[in-house]
């Protein structure tokens, strides 16, 4: 069965891969770049609701954590704390795909991390196994 996945990105040249990895494993993906406009904050960072993140069975957080997100005053990992502290979406099954590690988040929802660059049946294992976790249904 088909997942709907939001992948989160800051560059989207570099996570473009996990978009075509993951469609061409059968999966809808919809893209954010970290903000709803070039120059201004993503609703996440002031607890809005996303429409993005209500549609997605699991969220694809592919941006850098500790570089400021391109055009915004905060870096990734403060969406990612933002996404993990959201009421709603911390229930929310979420693969990081990062170069470094990850800090400890708070948020109810199944975690895993695959490495940038990783392997593309890496990521679509994450993906899947995350879906079946919460069997197929939204959080």
């Known amino acids: 069965m088909a ?34 406009t070039p120059h201004s904050i993503c609703p996440m960072m002031h607890d809005r609701p ?7 069975d699991v969220i694809v957080f592919s941006c850098a954590l500790f570089a400021p997100i391109r055009g ?6 403060h969406l990612l704390r933002a996404y993990r502290n959201h009421p709603e979406y911390s229930r929310k099954p979420m ?12 948020g109810t929802g199944p975690i895993a991390t ?8 890496a990521i679509i294992a ?14």
Not at 50 to 56: G, H, T, Y
Not at 96 to 105: Q, R
Not at 114 to 121: G, I, L, Q, S, T
């Open 3 to 36: 997942t709907t996945v939001l992948l989160v990105e800051d560059t989207p040249d570099l996570s473009l891969y996990e978009a075509k990895v993951l469609e061409a494993a059968g999966h809808r993906v919809f893209r954010c770049s970290g903000a709803p």
């Open 50 to 56: 996303c429409a993005l993140a209500e549609e997605a």
């Open 72 to 77: 915004t005053p905060y870096r990734g990992e």
């Open 95 to 106: 693969l990081i795909v990062s170069v470094g590690e990850p800090p400890d988040l708070p």
């Open 114 to 121: 695959v490495r940038k660059f990783e392997d593309p049946d």
């Open 126 to 139: 994450a993906v899947e196994h995350l879906s079946a976790v919460v069997g197929g249904r939204r959080s």
